[in-house]
T-cell receptor
Framework: GAVVSQHPSWVICKSGTSVKIECRSLDFQATTMFWYRQFPKQSLMLMATSNEGSKATYEQGVEKDKFLINHASLTLSTLTVTSAHPEDSSFYIC????????????FGQGTRLTVV | SQKIEQNSEALNIQEGKTATLTCNYTNYSPAYLQWYRQDPGRGPVFLLLIRENEKEKRKERLKVTFDTTLKQSLFHITASQPADSATYLCALHTGNQFYFGTGTSLTVIP
């Protein structure tokens, strides 16, 4: 099946700094990528949907200035957590679909962010 | 408001029995409903998809049903094995987005 690689798999950063997480589709072109956040023992919460070459669509309650998403190419989307705070500590997961309306999403391995 | 709820947070069953997980949703009209497996610290892995005009779908020991009138999907694992222990998530595909249910943690006891 299709492979989505997410990097880094874990990161620890100081409060106030910014962290960038990369999501790459390795063997297909992803017109659409999704970013999720997951707290312990909870489900995935969709943060935003990004389409290549256009601005991301953020879900209600997600601060777009806090979570910057860039989908500059068909194989790469990045999520930057700006001015991170301890409450931003979470598991962040990306997923990608090969084309608009595709029926299956392929997920990255996830990134464990800890802000100290 | 839109909600996707799965029957219970945790389900324990004996090895060899059939596990049945429930996914109920409100205020969505999904074109597809999917089930994913998630192991701790990992991203979800796709298992099965069922379309709105399909009643049932099978894949090996897995079976999914979809009732758009009840707004419910049932996910069955027959002849369960300890290796089936994981969290199972249902996901609705509406428009160009995927929304996930609350998840059910399944433990198969040897």
């Amino acid at each position: 099946g299709a492979v989505v690689s997410q990097h880094p798999s874990w990161v620890i950063c100081k409060s106030g700094t910014s962290v960038k997480i990369e999501c790459r589709s390795l063997d297909f072109q992803a017109t659409t990528m999704f970013w999720y956040r997951q707290f312990p023992k909870q489900s995935l919460m969709l943060m935003a949907t990004s389409n290549e070459g256009s601005k991301a669509t953020y879900e209600q309650g997600v601060e777009k200035d806090k979570f910057l998403i860039n989908h500059a190419s068909l194989t790469l989307s990045t999520l930057t957590v700006t001015s991170a705070h301890p409450e931003d500590s979470s598991f962040y997961i990306c997923s990608a679909t090969p084309r608009m309306g595709n029926t299956e999403a392929f997920f990255g391995q996830g990134t464990r962010l800890t802000v100290v | 408001s839109q909600k996707i709820e799965q029957n219970s947070e945790a389900l324990n069953i004996q090895e060899g029995k059939t596990a049945t997980l429930t996914c109920n949703y409100t205020n969505y009209s999904p074109a597809y409903l999917q089930w994913y497996r998630q192991d701790p610290g990992r991203g979800p892995v796709f298992l099965l998809l069922i379309r709105e005009n399909e009643k049932e779908k099978r894949k090996e020991r897995l079976k999914v049903t979809f009732d758009t009138t009840l707004k419910q999907s049932l996910f069955h694992i027959t002849a369960s094995q300890p290796a089936d222990s994981a969290t199972y998530l249902c996901a609705l595909h509406t428009g160009n987005q995927f929304y996930f249910g609350t998840g059910t943690s399944l433990t198969v006891i040897p």
